[in-house]
C-alpha cells in the first residue's frame, strides 16, 4: 500500500537439550533485516538506499514450545519485532549473526480490520481471522531439502506465568469524548478487591428492604461524618414511601415519583451503625460511603451514549512505549443476539519504519454479545437495564509515537448502548499458535518476496 506493509520478525533461539552442558536459561540473539528496493522507474524507489535494521536482545528458555519431531531440544520465548516495508521494497533480507537462530516473519496490510469476537470463544479456531498471515522464504522447498525449515508447537503461557501475577492492564484515567458531548451516569456492578478496601465517593451498596444490616458509615478523607447518597430504582414507577432508619431511628422518608430516585440522608457519624431501609415491593436501593461484609458493591460511573451516530474520543499518547485503551461496552436489555463494533484509530502522521516491538491495529471489527442478566442501569434515564459485554482492548504499541490520536466508534447496525473509554499502561500477555520458523545459522540469508 501507498504506507508500506507492516512485517511481524518474530525470534527464537535453540539451546542444548536439558541434562547437556552448558544449560543456560536465556539466550542472546543477533539479526540483521534489510530491505532491498526495485530498480529506478519500476515504480518503486530506485534512489533509496538498502536500509539495513538490527533485531538484537535477550530471550528466556520457554517451557511452551518445543520443536515438532525434536521434543528434547529446549527453545526459548520469541522476541517478537515490528517494520514497516516502505513502499517499493521488492524483497527483505534476512541473516543472523549468532548460530541455532529460528525466525518466523508474518505480514499484513495496515488497513485491514482486525477481526474480534467478544466473549472469545473457548475454541481457539473460532476466534475469528487472523491477525497476522505467514511468509516464507522464495526458495522454501530448499529450505525444506536442508531441513531448514522447522515446526514448532506452542501452548500458551499461564497469566500468572505470563504476567508475574499482575493484572494485564492497570487503568488509570477515562478518556472524555470530543463527540457527542452527551455524558450518562451508569450504576455498574463492582467487585472489591481482597483485603477490605476503603469505598470510593462512587461506591454504593444494595441494601436490603425491610430489615436491619450493620454497616460501616465511611467518611471521605477521615471525616467525621458522612451524608449518604441514596439511588432507588423502581421498575414500573409505580410510586410509593421510601424510609430509612440509622440506630433504629427514623431519620429519611419521602414519596418516589417516576422510575429513578436521587436523595441524600442526613448527616450520619462515621463508625458501624444499623441501617434499616423500607420502600415498595420491587424497589432496589443503593446507598453510597456504605461497606459490608457480604453486601453486592455497585460502582457509578459516566460514559457516552451510542447508537445510530459515531462516538469519536482524542487519545493523548504520553509514552514512546506500549500503552492500551480499554473499551467498556453497555448494550441496553432489549438489545438481542451478538452487534457489529466498530473500531478506528486516525492518524494524522504515517508510522516509521521501525523496528518496534510492538505494533498498532488501527481498525477492529469486533462481534460482541452481552450474555446473562442485565446487572447496570441508566440512571436519569427512567433507569435503562444494562448488559455489559467484555471489554474491547487496543493496544497502541511502538509504532505510535507520542502524541494526538482520534479514536472513534460505531455500531454497524441498530444498536443502543453506551461506551466508556480509558487508557492505561500495556502488562504482558500470553500468546499462543502453531507456527513454522526458518532456521538460520551464520552465512544463511533467506529472502522474502516484498510484495503485501
Known amino acids: 500500500g501507498d504506507g508500506g506493509v507492516p512485517y511481524r520478525i518474530d525470534v527464537r533461539r535453540m539451546l542444548p537439550p536439558r541434562g547437556e552442558a552448558p544449560e543456560e536459561e536465556s539466550a542472546l540473539y543477533d539479526v540483521r533485516v534489510r530491505q532491498r528496493c526495485g530498480p529506478a522507474g519500476s515504480g518503486g524507489d530506485g534512489d533509496r538506499p538498502e536500509a539495513e535494521m538490527v533485531l538484537a536482545g535477550c530471550v528466556d528458555v520457554s517451557p511452551y514450545a518445543e520443536l515438532a519431531g525434536d521434543e528434547a531440544q529446549r527453545i526459548t520465548g520469541a522476541a517478537r519485532h515490528y517494520i514497516l516495508a516502505s513502499p517499493g521494497v521488492r524483497e527483505i533480507e534476512i541473516r543472523s549473526e549468532i548460530d541455532a537462530t529460528l525466525i518466523a516473519i508474518y505480514n499484513r496490510l495496515d488497513a485491514l480490520p482486525r477481526q474480534v469476537r467478544l466473549p472469545a470463544p473457548s475454541d481457539p479456531c473460532e476466534r475469528g481471522g487472523w491477525d497476522w498471515f505467514p511468509r516464507y522464504p522464495d526458495n522454501t522447498a530448499q529450505w525444506e531439502a536442508r531441513r531448514k525449515l ?37 450504576l455498574v456492578p463492582w467487585i472489591r478487591a481482597p483485603g477490605g478496601e476503603r469505598p470510593a465517593a462512587g461506591d454504593y451498596l444494595e441494601l436490603p428492604l425491610g430489615r436491619e444490616e450493620t454497616v ?19 421498575p414500573f414507577g409505580g410510586g410509593g414511601e421510601l424510609s430509612a432508619e440509622v440506630d433504629r431511628r427514623i431519620v429519611f422518608s419521602t414519596e418516589l415519583r417516576g422510575r429513578v430516585g436521587l436523595f441524600r440522608l442526613p448527616s450520619v457519624p462515621s463508625g458501624i451503625h444499623s441501617l434499616r431501609v423500607d420502600a415498595p415491593e420491587g424497589v432496589r436501593v443503593f ?33 514512546a512505549g506500549e500503552e ?13 443476539g451478538p452487534v457489529d463494533l466498530c473500531a478506528e484509530i486516525r492518524l494524522l502522521e504515517p508510522k516509521g519504519e521501525g523496528p518496534f516491538q510492538s505494533w498498532t491495529f488501527l481498525r477492529h471489527q469486533v462481534s460482541l454479545e452481552a450474555a446473562g442478566e442485565a446487572g447496570a442501569f441508566l440512571l436519569r434515564r427512567e433507569g435503562i437495564a444494562l448488559r455489559e459485554a467484555e471489554p474491547l482492548t487496543i493496544e497502541l504499541g511502538e509504532d505510535l509515537p507520542p502524541g494526538l490520536y482520534r479514536v472513534e466508534f460505531h455500531f454497524s447496525a441498530a444498536a443502543r448502548g453506551c461506551v466508556r473509554l480509558s487508557q492505561g499502561r500495556k502488562e504482558p500477555r500470553p500468546f499462543g499458535s502453531v507456527t513454522r520458523m526458518v532456521s538460520l545459522e551464520r552465512g544463511d540469508e533467506p529472502e522474502i518476496d516484498g510484495d503485501g
Open 150 to 186: 522447522r515446526s514448532l508447537r506452542i501452548q500458551p503461557a499461564p497469566p500468572a506465568d505470563a504476567a508475574g501475577g499482575e493484572p494485564r492492564y492497570s487503568l488509570w484515567r477515562r478518556v472524555a469524548p470530543v463527540w457527542p458531548r452527551e455524558t450518562l451516569d451508569l
Open 287 to 319: 446507598a453510597s460511603g456504605l461497606s459490608s461484609e457480604d453486601g453486592p458493591a455497585y460502582r457509578r460511573l459516566s460514559a457516552t451514549p451510542i447508537g445510530g451516530g459515531r462516538v469519536s474520543c482524542d487519545v493523548i499518547k504520553e509514552s
Open 216 to 234: 460501616r458509615v465511611a467518611g471521605g478523607a477521615g471525616a467525621a461524618e458522612a451524608r449518604p447518597r441514596i439511588i432507588a430504582l423502581d
Open 324 to 336: 492500551m485503551l480499554i473499551a467498556r461496552v453497555f448494550l441496553e436489555e432489549s438489545v438481542q
